[in-house]
């Protein structure tokens, strides 16, 4: 398997798949309401629904990138878009999340594995470290979505 398949493979699994390590991120989310979304359970850290949006923020952010456009660096708010207001645009934010990992996904399917080496965009790094980096910053932000629940 070469390794944008395997990339491919990893970010589909920890978002719907069976992931050695335990639930996904669809499983992590499921049962989660409005209201256990938007708490924050140990003080000052983000909430499950804050967390939503940033992965979702970081995915957007790889897209461009794989689109070949330059990669920004966040600022505040942009980095942890605010949260909604009521349960439907806490679904909202979770089927927003749902399309742009599909939408990275499908990004994917065309990717050469020889791009992999290319560098980002406006960054100092490759394709290849972009791609590890958004499959990490998934599980770890999955991980403390798990234990908040």
Do not use: C
């Amino acid at each position: 398997m070469d390794e944008v398949k395997l990339l491919y493979d990893q970010i589909e699994t920890t978002f719907r798949g069976r992931s050695w390590h335990g639930p996904n991120v669809i499983q992590v989310l499921e049962g989660v309401t409005f209201d256990k979304a938007r708490l924050r359970p140990l003080s000052q850290r983000h909430s499950i629904w804050e967390l939503v949006n940033h992965m979702n923020y970081w995915m957007i952010i790889a897209l461009k990138g794989l689109n070949g456009e330059d990669v920004p660096s966040p600022k505040g708010v942009e980095d942890w878009p605010p949260i909604g207001a009521n349960e439907e645009e806490w679904r909202a934010s979770v089927a927003v999340l749902e399309r742009t990992v599909n939408t990275l996904l499908n990004s994917l399917m065309g990717f050469s594995a020889t791009k992999l080496e290319e560098e980002v965009p406006g960054k100092a790094y490759n394709y290849r470290v972009l791609l590890h980096g958004v499959l990490h910053h998934n599980l770890y932000h999955m991980g403390q979505m798990a234990v908040f629940r």
